[in-house]
């Protein structure tokens, strides 16, 4: 599945023009990891078929929510904050597996010793020739000049890989986009080992023969709390806590996952795709922190109550927290919400997607995606009904970043909401990581956000509807007068 780069990973740190803060989310949550295929042999050029051959050859995709895309984001990542262990990302013994998966890893394979330096700089050159969105960052991108760069790099013979390295960094870095970049072994191995569960798994989405989902476990933490309870990888996850995860995404059982740090969640697995299936005890170890505060207040002289929920991250936990928050809110007789989406950097995108869908009608349009491929041009519409319909006022600053502002816009676009405060940051480019057959990457842009009104979220940022909060009656008639997308 290709979604977005977005906000909190183990990505290393692009450039900014802000200063840091001390923790945040990534550009990141998720982002599909593509395997270009083995470049044999030194030419000019690649032919059309090879192109998509290597093009559509996937990387083992990343733990739960980071098997989407990721938003670029301006600053550090929450993984490289809080610490995260690797994951092993170790083979399954022959004797996990059945034949028919065994043979599909080993065709996937190819030894890093099968691509010369020149054919790692080639295999650099196709990935950002193929699918670059040069005209989101770089007015001056083309690809003539882009053809001319790989024979300024190819001219001659590249003696060692840290010079192919090298190359690959100045090559990216003639793009101009500070989020098309290079990724060295180790770097590209802490991203691909990022563990969103809190019981050292990743979890990777799998079709079936029937169509539909299974979810594999593609890494495990050695010696931690899921590998040391009996979970393999390779194994197919059936259920947590009694409930079945067939047909769900990898991020809504990251999330199921997910839990106070010591205590107990119970999985099924089947291990292997023949092996036995086992009920399996695992206490958590790693847990992602709420990003969800709220509180009732009362105003108007207290005739009115107003729940206000403030947003730090969207992670792993941020939809279960604030349909949490929602309902007690409700229940305590909240007639209007603010939502605080100020100094929000972001997060995982779809974390930011599904929090939208709390409040919006089934058809509606969370946000649209533009890319030269195919894949990535989409609309992302609402699939349930809202779970919340009270008016929404949704606080924003020139610090409410990538997923934040595609929630914002979601909501203020489909007229459930009016945005207070600053312009936002402007933050709406897509990225995917593309392994290189040495072990390293790169991350390239690959598209943008455009919001339900086909505004170009990336490098405009949004401007509120009002600059301090209005009162109740202003908010009502604003969006009594409000026309949705498909109205005009």
């Known amino acids: 599945m290709r979604l977005p780069l977005a906000c909190g990973h183990h990505y290393p740190r692009p450039l900014s023009p802000?200063?840091?803060?001390?923790?945040?989310?990534?550009?990141?949550?998720?982002s599909p990891?593509?395997?270009?295929?083995?470049?044999?042999?030194?030419?000019?050029?690649?032919?059309?078929?090879?192109?998509?051959?290597?093009?559509?050859?996937?990387?083992?995709?990343?733990?739960g929510a980071l098997s989407f895309s990721l938003l670029a984001s301006p600053f550090p990542s929450l993984a490289e904050a809080a610490g995260r262990p690797a994951v092993q990302l170790s083979r399954p013994p022959p004797s996990e597996l059945c034949q028919d998966w065994a043979e599909e890893e080993e065709e996937a394979e190819v030894p890093p010793e099968s691509i010369t330096n020149e054919g790692l700089v080639e295999e650099a050159w196709e990935v950002v020739n193929e699918s670059f969105l040069g005209d989101a960052v770089s007015r001056s991108w083309s690809p003539e000049k882009w053809l001319k760069k790989k024979q300024d790099f190819l001219h001659k013979s590249i003696q060692t890989r840290s010079r192919a390295h090298d190359a690959i960094q100045k090559m990216l870095a003639s793009l101009g986009d500070p989020y098309t970049r290079f990724l060295s072994p180790s770097e590209f191995s802490k991203m691909s080992k990022y563990d969103v569960t809190g019981i050292g798994i990743n979890l990777r989405e799998v079709p079936d023969g029937d169509g539909a989902v299974k979810l594999k476990v593609l890494g495990i933490v050695l010696d931690g709390p899921a590998h040391s309870a009996g979970v393999r990888q390779g194994d197919e996850l059936l259920s947590v806590n009694g409930v079945i995860v067939r047909g769900r995404s990898a991020f809504d059982v990251s999330s199921m996952l997910q839990g106070p740090k010591e205590t107990f969640v119970t999985i099924e697995v089947k291990h292997g795709n023949c092996g036995p299936i086992q009920s399996i005890k695992v206490q958590r170890q790693l847990v992602a922190r709420t990003p969800v505060s709220y509180r009732l207040e009362k105003i108007e002289n207290g005739d009115v109550s107003v729940g206000y929920v403030h947003i730090k991250?969207?992670?792993?936990?941020?939809?279960?927290?604030?349909?949490?928050?929602?309902?007690?809110l409700l229940d305590s007789g909240a007639s209007y919400m603010v939502l605080d989406l100020k100094d929000n950097l972001g997060g995982l995108v779809q974390a930011g997607?599904?929090?939208?869908?709390?409040?919006?009608?089934?058809?509606?349009?969370?946000?649209?995606?533009?890319?030269?491929?195919?894949?990535?041009?989409?609309?992302?519409?609402?699939?349930?009904?809202?779970?919340?319909?009270?008016p929404l006022i949704v606080l924003v600053n020139n610090r409410t970043a990538s997923a934040s502002e595609i929630v914002a816009t979601a909501l203020h676009d489909n007229c459930k909401a009016v945005l207070v405060g600053e312009r936002t940051y402007g933050k709406g480019l897509i990225q995917s990581v593309f392994e290189l057959h040495d072990g390293s990457g790169v991350v390239v842009t690959i598209g943008k956000y455009?919001?339900?009104?086909?505004?170009?979220?990336?490098?405009?940022?949004?401007e509120p509807d009002f600059p301090r909060l209005p009162a109740l009656s202003e908010v009502r008639n604003y969006l009594s007068r409000c026309q949705t997308p498909w109205m005009g």
């Open 18 to 30: 802000l200063p840091p803060p001390p923790i945040t989310t990534k550009r990141t949550p998720t």
């Open 450 to 462: 455009a919001t339900p009104n086909h505004l170009d979220i990336n490098g405009n940022g949004v």
């Open 353 to 390: 997607i599904e929090v939208a869908k709390l409040f919006l009608d089934k058809g509606e349009t969370i946000t649209y995606t533009v890319g030269r491929d195919p894949q990535v041009q989409k609309s992302i519409v609402a699939d349930t009904a809202p779970f919340a319909t009270t």
């Open 313 to 328: 991250e969207f992670n792993a936990l941020a939809k279960k927290d604030l349909v949490i928050a929602l309902r007690r």
């Open 33 to 63: 990891f593509h395997r270009p295929k083995a470049v044999t042999s030194v030419s000019s050029s690649l032919s059309d078929t090879s192109w998509r051959c290597l093009h559509k050859l996937l990387l083992r995709a990343t733990a």
